[in-house]
């Protein structure tokens, strides 16, 4: 199944929040966390109470027990997964990473940035850490998980551990180490690690910050070239993501 990249054209807000697009939002939420977008306390304010309408999570449990995130009619044309008038069936797809990598797991960028901004509204970060420990992925419940150093496939799994880092800490670093490993079986000669969405690991390497990460960055520099800068100099929006991603991590040569 495909994966699309938005290209953030054609909404009516120039602000953080989009409400004909919960993927949007998010989207110019990442930017805003990572200096790509300007923004003012407010208007986070606002879209993390849209993101969480009377302080309820947008993620329901289905009767088949699965999660389904409330989206904006507009992602539901975007991604497809519904009949059309004429009863044809439009297959889903799936929307990229902000640096364009690989498809992204919905609903843990969700509550990646209501954790990432939950300092704005104290409410909003209890319930989202309530929320990712004890109903999504429950790693309590499944420890096996943890000693694997993955909870899920490669692009989840990036997403999933800076996301329990900022839930629980102490869980984290209980199970680093197998995260670290799991990296390093993943890695060949080229420093890239396989399956992995490599700019995105290493924004989310540097948003963890341990001792460990910073090792993991230090071993990928030697493989990173700064003429790559020249190649992502483009105005375009993955493009910045991935520039700041090669900034980041030369940063550690």
Known sequence: MSAIMFDGSGFSSEGVLVEESLF?????LEEA??????????????????????????????????????ITAYDRRLTGGYRNPSGEYIRKKYVKLPTGEQKGNLN??????????????????????NYFLNVYPAPYKKPYLAQSGRFCCTSCNILYQKTLKLTDPDFYAKQE??????????????????????YYTILTLKDIDSAATRNELRNVAKYVSESLLEKYSENDRALRFRKLAIQTVLEYR
């Open 108 to 129: 843990i960028q969700y509550i990646n940035q209501l954790l990432t901004w939950g300092k704005e509204l104290p409410t909003v970060e209890e319930k989202a850490k």
């Open 177 to 198: 180490k197998a995260f670290m490993r799991n990296l390093s079986i993943m890695k060949p000669s080229t420093g890239r690690w396989r399956g992995y969405p490599f």
């Open 24 to 28: 949007e939002t998010l989207f110019r």
């Open 33 to 70: 966390h990572y200096g790509l977008r300007g923004y003012q306390n407010p208007q986070i304010r606002k879209a993390l109470d849209w993101l969480m309408p009377n302080g309820q999570i947008k993620i329901d449990i289905t009767q088949m027990g699965k999660q389904k995130i409330d």
